[in-house]
């Protein structure tokens, strides 16, 4: 597997990885969707989606405000689909993926990842492939809950709250991501930990705006309940080189 370079000159500045995120907040959501339409999503044929049972996919929202970040102090959204390398293996019906899931040995592909800041954004398309893109996103701190709220070209595309707060500490885990880069496809290993964390069966509230982008979640057959929420007060973690499938 060929590895990408660990430095790059973005806008004139260096980045050097592994990036390192010193503190974020993160509110996130998972949901079954129709896994027809999530597969006509994928770019190509490297991966399956993973179905809970047939028909639905797992996918998730993300919202996260970096504070203290190698790129820099920017909001983003992530929506994400579980999947596997085509040709792994998928383990029991419904108890597998459930596991894996829980365990965090599910890996995801990234379908869109707005965020707030140009340097981000080219830095995380030039590095990494991610899809990253310029729009606005803005966040609302709550005693009970953080509502994230996303427009692009002047249009709603969402508006997204978890509930607020938590107890609990989730140590540092290693997980993986999947982007395409110069049309090939790559992994990216990341670490992530937190604390005051909450969880939650359900708990997510999703209203769609009347962008584009919210017809293509109507598609995916939202907005409906979150299988569980989560809260991450403060977050940390790091991204690693990619490296190529």
Known sequence: MAEAPRSYTI???????????REAS?????????????????PG????????????????????????NDLGDYNEISIAFFVRERGAARGFPVIGPVSDFFRARLPTYIHRLPVNQAFTCEAGRTIWGFPKVVHEIDFAYGARRVVCTWRAEGQHVF?????????????????????YLEGAPYRTAFTSGAEGVGFHLGGATLELGTHPIAGELRGLGFPRRALVSTWMEKMHGRFEAPEKL
């Open 26 to 42: 993160s509110g996130a959501a998972t949901y079954l969707v129709n896994a027809a339409t999530a597969r006509r999503l994928l």
């Open 11 to 21: 806008q004139g500045r260096n980045v050097t990885l592994p990036c390192v995120v």
């Open 45 to 68: 044929p490297e991966f399956d989606l993973v179905e809970l049972w047939p028909g639905y996919a797992l996918a998730s929202i993300a919202c996260i405000d970096y504070k203290d």
């Open 159 to 179: 508006t997204f709250s978890v509930p607020r707060g938590g107890n609990q500490r989730m140590p540092d885990t290693s997980l993986l991501t999947y982007s």
